[in-house]
């Protein structure tokens, strides 16, 4: 099948943002570890889909110039409008099932709990809707395939601050509760997620954890990125990775927040019967796509380089192995250089030289990750469009 995910009625529709977003701690001086300066919220260059709340996407192109994304280029996915938080006085609360239920400020966070790094690929669970759609329409914001990107996040373990609370035996999952406030329906509350305590307390063989992340590639964390505090869950989707977290509440079961009980499934229907006994979507499944050319490059026959983004699936010593393209459809194969290191929970760059001649109608990528496993060629449909990782396709036209 012949498609494109990029008419040019879509990137009509939606413009370029130069501008400050969600600027509610512009100007506040903030001292964390090893910095002391004027925070100067980052000025994005990204599509937008929405602007209040902010839904943006950067153009495929950027994604490629480095494996660490700049904030600039760092898509923005949010349900409501940035909520202000003064530093000073805000307390990030720890709840539920524990022996010494606690209220910390930022200054505590990072004065009793010791400082840590991940690197992780961030991405949300509609990339790449806008193809899904193609296959039969989903609802939700069309994604291109650009809500992703690879950043450096500083803060504490989340089981750090489990252990210091201490854990009730009983105690399974840990919710995540956002002080933003979405309206849906009438009801007004808060954007949430819970994950399970296996991954809560998981710390690799290489030393990743589940943080809670202050600094995003060695700054503090942006407004529109979850200032001052939010959850980084290497390996699963974004949604579970709370911005602006103002309470932990540790329990025997899964979050009741709307994002875990009704959203992130996968479903068909989306009736309640089916809706209630599908499991959340944690971890985010192999998947790769073609950031350059673009769709709309005029291109002549000869070689072509290539590149793009290929992510492994979000499970521990997990790394992408192999990226493969396709001009004819899928029948030969030629395989990829990859740019960046190995590292779980993180995307790996590529690139290929490929020969282009007046039959190539479509560059076709898939990943292969260390366990063997191959990115799948189609995938079942769901309602909501989730977790798209079907080869991707770029259709070209050869001029003379
Ligand atoms: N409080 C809050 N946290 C949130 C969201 C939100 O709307 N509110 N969106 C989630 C979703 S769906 C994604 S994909 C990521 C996006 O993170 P980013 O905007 O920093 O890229 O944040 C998650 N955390
Ligand atoms: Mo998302």
């Given at each position: 099948?012949?498609?494109?995910?990029?008419?040019?009625?879509?990137?009509?529709?939606?413009?370029?943002?130069?501008?400050?977003?969600?600027g509610a701690a512009a100007g506040l001086i903030h001292q964390g570890r090893g910095f002391t300066f004027e925070q100067q919220?980052?000025?994005?260059?990204?599509?937008?889909?929405?602007?209040?709340?902010?839904?943006?996407?950067?153009?495929?192109?950027?994604?490629?110039?480095?494996?660490?994304?700049?904030?600039?280029?760092?898509?923005?996915?949010?349900?409501?409008?940035?909520?202000?938080?003064?530093?000073?006085?805000?307390?990030?609360?720890?709840?539920?099932?524990?022996?010494?239920?606690?209220?910390l400020s930022m200054d505590e966070l990072d004065d009793r709990i010791p400082a840590t790094e991940v690197t992780a690929t961030?991405?949300?669970?509609?990339?790449?809707?806008?193809?899904?759609?193609?296959?039969?329409?989903?609802?939700?914001?069309?994604?291109?395939?650009?809500?992703?990107?690879?950043?450096?996040?500083?803060?504490?373990?989340?089981?750090?601050?489990?252990?210091?609370?201490?854990?009730?035996?009983?105690?399974?999952?840990?919710?995540?509760?956002?002080?933003?406030?979405?309206?849906?329906?009438?009801?007004?509350?808060?954007?949430?997620?819970?994950?399970?305590?296996?991954?809560?307390?998981?710390?690799?063989?290489?030393?990743?954890?589940?943080?809670?992340?202050?600094?995003?590639?060695?700054?503090p964390l942006p407004p529109d990125h979850g200032f001052p505090v939010r959850t980084v869950v290497p390996g699963y989707v974004?949604?579970?990775?709370?911005?602006?977290?103002?309470?932990?509440?540790?329990?025997?079961?899964?979050?009741?927040?709307?994002?875990?009980?009704?959203?992130?499934?996968?479903?068909?229907?989306?009736?309640?019967?089916?809706?209630?006994?599908?499991?959340?979507?944690?971890?985010?499944?192999?998947?790769?796509?073609?950031?350059?050319?673009?769709?709309?490059?005029?291109?002549?026959?000869?070689?072509?380089?290539?590149?793009?983004?290929?992510?492994?699936?979000?499970?521990?010593?997990?790394?992408?192995?192999?990226?493969?393209?396709?001009?004819?459809?899928?029948?030969?194969?030629?395989?990829?250089?990859?740019?960046?290191?190995?590292?779980?929970?993180?995307?790996?760059?590529?690139?290929?030289?490929?020969?282009?001649?007046?039959?190539?109608?479509?560059?076709?990528?898939?990943?292969?990750?260390?366990?063997?496993?191959?990115?799948?060629?189609?995938?079942?449909?769901?309602?909501?469009?989730?977790?798209?990782?079907?080869?991707?396709?770029?259709?070209?036209?050869?001029?003379?």
């Amino acid at each position: 099948m012949q498609f494109s995910p990029f008419s040019e009625e879509n990137l009509n529709r939606r413009q370029w943002i130069n501008a400050a977003a969600g600027g509610a701690a512009a100007g506040l001086i903030h001292q964390g570890r090893g910095f002391t300066f004027e925070q100067q919220p980052a000025a994005k260059q990204l599509l937008v889909h929405s602007h209040t709340p902010l839904n943006a996407e950067p153009e495929l192109s950027h994604l490629v110039e480095s494996w660490q994304t700049p904030v600039k280029h760092f898509y923005v996915r949010s349900h409501a409008p940035v909520p202000e938080v003064d530093r000073e006085t805000f307390r990030l609360k720890v709840q539920g099932m524990v022996h010494q239920e606690l209220s910390l400020s930022m200054d505590e966070l990072d004065d009793r709990i010791p400082a840590t790094e991940v690197t992780a690929t961030l991405t949300c669970a509609g990339n790449r809707r806008r193809e899904h759609s193609l296959v039969r329409q989903t609802g939700g914001l069309q994604w291109a395939a650009g809500p992703i990107g690879n950043a450096r996040w500083g803060g504490v373990r989340l089981a750090d601050v489990l252990r210091l609370a201490g854990l009730k035996s009983g105690a399974k999952h840990v919710w995540f509760e956002s002080v933003d406030r979405i309206e849906k329906k009438g009801h007004t509350f808060p954007f949430g997620a819970s994950i399970p305590m296996a991954k809560a307390l998981e710390k690799t063989e290489n030393g990743n954890s589940t943080l809670l992340a202050t600094t995003m590639n060695g700054l503090p964390l942006p407004p529109d990125h979850g200032f001052p505090v939010r959850t980084v869950v290497p390996g699963y989707v974004g949604a579970r990775s709370v911005k602006w977290l103002g309470r932990i509440v540790v329990s025997d079961r899964p979050s009741e927040n709307h994002y875990v009980a009704n959203a992130y499934k996968l479903v068909v229907n989306g009736d309640p019967g089916e809706l209630s006994a599908a499991p959340p979507v944690y971890a985010f499944p192999i998947n790769s796509a073609i950031c350059l050319p673009g769709a709309h490059a005029k291109l002549v026959r000869g070689e072509l380089t290539v590149r793009g983004y290929a992510l492994p699936p979000g499970e521990s010593g997990r790394t992408i192995s192999r990226v493969e393209i396709s001009t004819d459809g899928g029948h030969d194969w030629h395989r990829a250089a990859l740019l960046s290191p190995a590292q779980e929970f993180c995307w790996r760059l590529w690139q290929a030289t490929v020969p282009l001649n007046s039959m190539t109608k479509q560059l076709i990528v898939r990943a292969v990750d260390s366990n063997g496993i191959v990115q799948p060629e189609t995938v079942d449909w769901n309602l909501k469009g989730y977790l798209y990782n079907a080869w991707y396709h770029l259709p070209v036209q050869i001029g003379t």
